[in-house]
Nanobody, 124 residues
């Protein structure tokens, strides 16, 4: 089992950048596929980005491709989401998630562990 804690959210203006962090504790971090999801008010939770166990393979939602970068530091048991060129449509609660799968996944039901979320609000 792994415990996930997100941090780094906040209120920013459109065009700004933020970096989210997800600290993991428990079972070996490097054994998990890691992902980021987000949920805006009144909407379903959606995939943002995910990385393979080594971080060498990544996938992104079309809406964030070219603006967001997922990365991980297995030595620090931490994953990151660098978010650039933020716009109001990026406003949501962002969740860190871990999967015991061996391939990079994009569906919420394929992830086994979730953090509590961190709020990102982008003003226009």
């Amino acid at each position: 089992q792994v415990h996930l804690v997100e941090s780094g959210g906040g209120l920013v203006q459109a065009g700004s950048s933020l970096r989210l962090s997800c600290a993991a504790s428990g079972r070996t971090f490097s054994s998990y596929i890691m992902g980021w999801f987000r949920q805006a008010p009144g909407k379903e939770r959606e995939f943002v980005a995910a990385s393979s166990r080594s971080g060498g393979s990544t996938r992104y939602a079309d809406s964030v491709k070219g603006r967001f970068t997922i990365s991980r530091d297995n030595a620090k048991n931490t994953q990151y989401l660098q978010m650039n060129s933020l716009n109001p449509e990026d406003t949501a609660v962002y969740y860190c998630a871990a999967s015991t799968s061996t391939i990079v996944l994009m569906s919420t039901w394929q992830y086994d562990y979730w953090g509590q979320g961190t709020q990102v609000t982008v003003s226009s």
